[in-house]
């Protein structure tokens, strides 16, 4: 079994930055895919950034630009660097993990963390 946890999220100004990362833990044999979803009140989950085990970043158009995903492989953390924020960009961020355990490989999803962007 894994688990993800995310911490960051917050309130922040249009234009303003925010950092969010996701720290994985459990007895974990390997982690592939990382990444960071969002769902905003009234739609549907998207993708926001994924990160390959080897590096392949993938972006939603509508952050790329303005947000970086990126790994710490030792640690088993990901992190979403976001900037020039606009207030379409509030939403419920999620950590997902697709982590080989010793139940196999699986997806794992954090509880979520607020991210609100408004003056």
């Known amino acids: 079994q894994a688990h993800l946890v995310e911490s960051g999220g917050g309130l922040v100004q249009p234009g303003g930055s925010l950092s969010l990362s996701c720290a994985a833990s459990?007895?974990?044999?390997?982690?592939?895919?990382m990444g960071w979803y969002r769902q905003a009140p009234g739609k549907e989950r998207e993708l926001v950034a994924t990160?390959?085990?080897?590096?392949?970043?993938n972006y939603a158009e509508s952050v790329k630009g303005r947000f970086t995903i990126s790994r710490d492989n030792p640690k088993n953390t990901v992190y979403l660097q976001m900037s020039s924020l606009e207030p379409e960009d509030t939403a419920v961020y999620y950590c997902?993990?697709?982590?080989?355990?010793?139940?196999?490989?699986?997806?794992?999803w954090g509880q979520g963390t607020q991210v609100t962007v408004s003056s």
């Open positions: 997902n993990g697709q982590i080989y355990t010793t139940s196999g490989v699986n997806t794992y």
């Open positions: 459990g007895t974990i044999w390997a982690i592939y895919h």
């Open positions: 990160e390959s085990s080897g590096g392949i970043r």
